[in-house]
């Protein structure tokens, strides 16, 4: 099993930054593939950003690339996503994810563990 928890979600104007934090525990975090996603009210859940073991390969939806990164720290077990120049349509439930065999990193439905998510809501 492996736990995790986000934070650092909040309510933020257009154009300003956000820092998403997911703390994991339980087995060994640097051995799961880690990915963001998102769901807005009425929506279905889109991926966001994704990392492997070891940081070696990232991958980005098309919306947010020069705007968010992703990026994990395996000595504290941590996963993050800076998130710049936030626009309206960012507003969503963010969510972070564990995947331990890691095929497709964009699909939802490969990943093992969930947190409870954490809300971003940008202003106009």
């Known amino acids: 099993q492996v736990q995790l928890a986000e934070s650092g979600g909040g309510v933020v104007q257009a154009g300003g930054s956000l820092r998403l934090s997911c703390a994991a525990s339980?087995?060994?975090?640097?051995?799961?593939?880690m990915g963001w996603f998102r769901q807005a009210p009425g929506k279905e859940r889109e991926f966001v950003a994704a990392i492997s073991w070891g940081g070696g390969s990232i991958w980005y939806t098309d919306s947010v690339k020069g705007r968010f990164t992703i990026s994990r720290d395996d000595a504290r077990n941590e996963l993050y996503l800076e998130m710049n120049s936030l626009k309206p349509e960012d507003t969503a439930v963010y969510y972070c994810?564990?995947?331990?065999?890691?095929?497709?990193?964009?699909?939802?439905?490969?990943?093992?563990?969930w947190g409870q998510g954490t809300q971003v809501t940008v202003s106009s």
């Open positions: 994810a564990a995947d331990r065999v890691f095929l497709t990193p964009n699909k939802d439905h490969e990943y093992d563990y």
């Open positions: 339980g087995r060994t975090f640097v051995n799961y593939g």
